[in-house]
């Protein structure tokens, strides 16, 4: 089993940023694909991000936060990182991360409780 906890949420003020953490505990994850999803009130939960390979070389983001967001990995930590840059009001959303031991990215079997993010205009 793995678990996962996110931290690094809280209110920011537009354009501010934000770095999200997902530490993974039980099992090493730096060969699971992580990936990033939220909830806003109101709405489905939705892709942000993922990243696979022990290196993190490949990464793929929503079109909504592509060039704001970035995912990383330290294999060390066996920590996964959200760092969101130039926030929106409509990034405003519980934050989750998720790990997919088959590291496709498609089957994601171990989520995390989620963090808040809440960006004021």
């Known amino acids: 089993q793995v678990q996962l906890v996110e931290s690094g949420g809280g209110l920011v003020q537009a354009g501010g940023s934000l770095r999200l953490s997902c530490a993974a505990s039980?099992?090493?994850?730096?060969?699971?694909?992580m990936g990033w999803f939220r909830q806003a009130p109101g709405k489905e939960r939705e892709f942000v991000a993922y990243?696979?390979?022990?290196?993190?070389?490949?990464?793929y983001y929503a079109d909504s936060v592509k060039g704001r967001f970035t995912i990383s990995r330290d294999n060390a930590k066996n920590t996964v990182y959200l760092q969101m840059n130039s926030l929106k009001p409509e990034d405003t959303a519980v934050y989750y991360c998720a790990a997919d031991a088959t590291g496709s990215h498609l089957a994601y079997a171990y989520w995390g409780q989620g963090t808040q993010v809440t960006v004021s205009s």
């Open positions: 990243i696979i390979g022990w290196s993190g070389i490949t990464t």
């Open positions: 039980g099992r090493t994850i730096s060969t699971y694909a």
